[in-house]
């Protein structure tokens, strides 16, 4: 499959930026800034036209950085690609940035703008002011700093291999022989996999050193205390506070990590373990092989398509779009970065998943939460401006991880025999619950990181290791493991490359485990308030959005507590 070079994709007819553009110089992109600033408007009629060229504009920007991010992640051994990337994010994006304000505050300053349609448009111009009021010149150089860093992350991660068996495996290939049923196998797996990120732990240090002290001069320059603080503002987070993840970091720990031990210790009991260590924790405790729902990368699309044609045709028939157009690199190699994502391509419509599938349940998982935001990507492109089509992250993760609920009832497609089905499903319902306290570790981490400005590497690694304790079940055993225990959080990659952006995550695990019981009581009505709730892209409140799916968006004690049980209860069918 040729994923990096795709194909030219069919696009809708450009009206005011020319098809032959070019991205290779600034000059080239300065006329079009120029030619929006300078327009007058002197009417609502001509605001609308001046919006969709604006949104043409901004389209046309997104996607060309979206390919040359894609290709640079697909191969991190291309000096093409490395280049193509940083060329954008060090020359077109920083001379771009002024012009964008330029243009946000033109807008902002229209009197017009008071008759645009309050109720599509409101969330879009708040959204304007907010990036108006954060905006600051000097600060576009750090981006620019950040932008590198973060793709030095990606080749270091990209390029880390281990042995097994005599061959070389990444490291999300040699994850599986975590499953194995022979616990030497596991240790030896665990221990090479770890002996290999930590080759590295002086040099990711380093780099997350040069991040924070880059993103504390973002928030110093922009008037926040710390780069927490600035991080909400620029998430643009005006539905809840930073109080509210404490609260929800809380109801984590009163009314999940209870459970989670109690499974923890059922694991150990019934491996007929002495202790429980970090290697026997995906192992199937029957003593079954590791579950093997596909064979490679077009067989987990085949499948996948199929899945999603259970759940509603429309859904397979945007996969298959995107498969026609070859946006996919789904198996996992060297020299390809880390991680999974969706993303949107703005002018196209068609998004492209990236993943590191090496034929796991997990891997299985990540397919259709990635489907759930391409699905996401397509019922949202019709609305009129490409900034209403970037809602934030807690309505995002709903569409992904809302998926990985609802097409469990479909599994059966991945799944011939009834005993392994049923194994996919307690795995996924018990990994949904395990989510919660990791998201909360790492939102908590992070919280720690920025209010504690000017720590050591080794406060870093005591704080890491405390806040892990916290929320990880007692019943595992890292004695002996403490290098690796207080260097995990370096494999998480939003630590590095998305600060913050984590505990939407729980947040939107807790909306999807709800959408999930719609589904089960009404799967057309629960759909039906899926897309309602999708198509409305960023024109409401996170909230509104919610509700508009048929959801609370809460994360009361009291309400983590309604929906662990509803899991237990569906656990226990399955026993």
């Known amino acids: 499959m040729d994923v990096v070079n795709s194909q030219t994709v069919s696009k809708n007819k450009r009206r005011f930026i020319s098809d032959s553009l070019s991205f290779e110089s600034w000059e080239s992109l300065e006329p079009c800034f120029r030619n929006l600033e300078e327009r007058e408007i002197t009417s609502e009629k001509d605001l609308m036209n001046w919006l969709l060229d604006y949104s043409e504009l901004d389209a046309v920007f997104d996607e060309e950085l979206a390919w040359r991010y894609i290709r640079s992640t697909c191969d991190t051994t291309s000096d093409d690609f490395e280049k193509a990337y940083d060329f954008f994010v060090s020359e077109i994006e920083p001379n771009a940035a002024p012009w964008f304000q330029k243009l946000n505050t033109k807008l902002d300053a229209c009197p017009f703008r008071e008759k645009l349609d309050p109720s599509v448009y409101a969330i879009f111009l708040r959204t304007v002011h907010n990036d108006i009021s954060l905006y600051r010149e000097k600060n576009i150089p750090l981006f620019t700093d950040i932008d590198k860093l973060k793709q030095d992350y990606g080749k270091i991660m990209g390029d880390m291999m281990v042995e097994m068996d005599g061959k070389e495996f990444t490291i999300q290939q040699a994850n599986n022989f975590l499953k194995s049923t022979d616990r030497s196998i596991r240790k030896n797996a665990f221990e090479k996999i770890w002996n290999r990120r930590l080759e590295n732990r002086e040099e990711l240090d380093k780099l997350f050193n040069s991040l924070c002290t880059l993103r504390q001069q973002v928030a110093a320059n922009t008037g926040f205390e710390n780069f927490r603080d600035y991080s909400f503002a620029a998430l643009g987070r005006f539905d809840y506070t930073k109080e509210d993840c404490f609260n929800f970091h809380n109801a984590v720990a009163a009314e999940v990590v209870p459970f989670i031990s109690e499974l923890e210790t059922e694991r150990k009991i019934k491996l007929g373990l002495a202790e429980l260590r970090p290697y026997d924790l995906d192992v199937d405790v029957t003593g079954k092989p590791a579950l093997k729902p596909f064979l490679n990368g077009e067989d987990l699309l085949d499948k996948t398509i199929e899945c999603l044609k259970r759940v509603r045709p429309a859904y397979a028939g945007y996969i298959s779009t995107m498969r026609k157009l070859g946006h996919f690199d789904l198996d996992s190699r060297k020299g390809k970065a880390p991680g999974g994502y969706n993303y949107s391509l703005s002018e196209t419509g068609v998004p492209f998943i990236f ?105 870093r690694s005591a704080a890491w290791t405390s806040i892990m304790k916290h929320f990880e079940s007692p019943v595992i055993d890292w004695s002996g493991m403490e290098m690796i225990q207080k260097n995990n959080w370096h494999r998480q990659l939003h630590i590095f490359e998305v600060p913050f952006y984590y505990i939407e995550y729980g947040m939107a695990q807790l909306g999807a485990i709800a959408m999930w019981r719609n589904y089960l009581s009404d799967p057309e009505k629960a759909l039906n308030g899926y897309e309602a709730a999708l198509k409305l892209g960023y024109t409401k409140s996170i909230g509104k959005i919610y509700e508009a799916a048929g959801l609370r968006f809460d994360f009361s004690q009291e309400y983590v507590r309604e929906l662990v049980n509803f899991v237990k209860e569906q656990l226990h069918k399955l026993d």
């Open 355 to 459: 993943m590191n599938s090496a034929g796991s349940q997990r891997d299985l998982v990540t397919m259709v939460h990635e489907a759930g935001h391409a699905i996401h990507s397509f019922l949202e492109f019709p609305l009129p401006l490409n900034s209403l089509k970037n809602p934030p992250s807690e309505v995002c993760e709903l569409a992904s991880m809302s998926m990985e609920l609802i097409s469990m009832e479909h599994w059966n497609v991945f799944y011939d025999n009834a005993d392994d089905l049923k194994r996919a499903k307690k795995e996924q319902l018990q990994k949904a619950l395990g989510t919660l306290p990791w998201v909360a570790t790492v939102d908590k981490f992070q919280h720690w990181i920025y209010e504690n400005a000017n720590h050591t590497n080794e406060e």
